[in-house]
Every structure is written in structure tokens, then in C-alpha cells.
């Protein structure tokens, strides 16, 4: 069995939006995000998951063609305010967050200076 991989996109963007990934890179992006998911759940159980974290949020990274502070993870803008319904594929730390009813929300940089919301 052969494995292709998109090959790595190196721009140094800071920022990449959703819908401008390819399939594969969405897939990778979707499987991200229950990895994470799990986890987080796991870490709440007691589990130390910090550097498995990091290493798939790195590893993702890479791929995306991100560029990803040490010690960050990616998150993706699930602004609710947004003109334009941003999806834009961020370093957590570049992010606010806000609580939607009880939907935790993140806004990236652009939507914070744009459109910021400060929730309930
Ligand atoms: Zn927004
Ligand atoms: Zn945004």
C-alpha cells in the first residue's frame, strides 16, 4: 500500500482558511480535531497528554503550511459574528474566546479587531 501525502506547503502564512484546503488536508484537519477532542477527555481523567498534544499540533502544522508557535496548538475561528463566516486555521494563542450560551467560541485576530463579541 502506497501513502501519498500532500506535500508540505511552506509559506510561513500565520493563518489558513478551511475551505481553501484540499480534501486530504481536511480529512487530516477533522482527524485533528478528535484527536484532540479525545485527548482533552483523557487529559480531564488525569492523563498527561501534553507533549502528544503538542506533537500532532506541530505535525499538523507542518502540513498546513503554518506557522505554529512552540508550545501552541491550532485551533479554527468559530467566530459567530462574522460577515464573511470566517474558518481561518490559527495558533490558539492569536486567539480571544467568548462564551456563546455555553458554546465556548474562538475569534481569530482579524475577527477581534473586526467584529470583537465578549459573549454572555
Ligand atoms: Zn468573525
Ligand atoms: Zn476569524
Known amino acids: 500500500m502506497t501513502l501519498i501525502l500532500d506535500r508540505p506547503v511552506r509559506t510561513n502564512r500565520t493563518a489558513i482558511s478551511h475551505r481553501d484546503l484540499t480534501p486530504a488536508q481536511q480529512n487530516g484537519w477533522d ?3 478528535e484527536l484532540t477532542y ?3 477527555e483523557a487529559a480531564k481523567k488525569g492523563a498527561n497528554v501534553v507533549a502528544e498534544l503538542l506533537l500532532a499540533h506541530a ?3 507542518q502540513f498546513l503550511g503554518i506557522d505554529l508557535p512552540a508550545g501552541d496548538t491550532l485551533t479554527k475561528c468559530s467566530c459567530a459574528g462574522c460577515p464573511d463566516d470566517c474558518d481561518a486555521i490559527v495558533p490558539f494563542s492569536a486567539c480571544a474566546e467568548y462564551l ?3 458554546v465556548q467560541r ?3 485576530t482579524p475577527c477581534v479587531k473586526d467584529h470583537r463579541r465578549y459573549g454572555n
Open 31 to 33: 482527524s485533528l480535531e
Open 38 to 40: 479525545d485527548l482533552e
Open 59 to 61: 505535525t499538523a502544522a
Open 100 to 102: 456563546d450560551g455555553n
Open 106 to 108: 474562538t475569534q481569530c
